[in-house]
Nanobody, 123 residues
């Protein structure tokens, strides 16, 4: 069982940056593929970025070059550095963990979810 807790969200202006964190419980964090998803009001949850246990990363096209996913296995923590934020990035951001090491891209591939952290970007 893995418990995930996100933090770092907030209200910012367009062009600003935020660093989201996802702290995981357990001693086997390093073996899990991890990911970030987001859900805006009235919209379905969508994939943002993912990282495998070995550090391979993948992003949705709209955040490439602006967002960076990373992980610190010694701290059982995953990060999402978000730069050049846009109003359309406004959403609740969720972190997720998958019971496998290779990168996962679909919500159905992930087994554990955090409670989410709100990111609001004003224009």
């Amino acid at each position: 069982q893995v418990q995930l807790v996100e933090s770092g969200g907030g209200l910012v202006q367009a062009g600003d940056s935020l660093r989201l964190s996802c702290a995981a419980s357990g001693r086997t964090f390093s073996i899990y593929a991890m990911g970030w998803f987001r859900q805006a009001p009235g919209k379905e949850r969508e994939f943002v970025a993912a990282i495998s246990s070995s550090g391979y990363t993948h992003y949705r096209d709209s955040v490439k070059g602006r967002f960076t996913i990373s992980r610190d296995n010694a701290k059982n923590t995953m990060y999402l550095q978000t730069n050049s934020l846009k109003p359309e990035d406004t959403a609740v951001y969720y972190c997720a963990a998958a019971n496998r090491g290779w990168v996962a891209l679909s919500a159905s591939d992930f087994n554990y979810w955090g409670q989410g952290t709100q990111v609001t970007v004003s224009s």
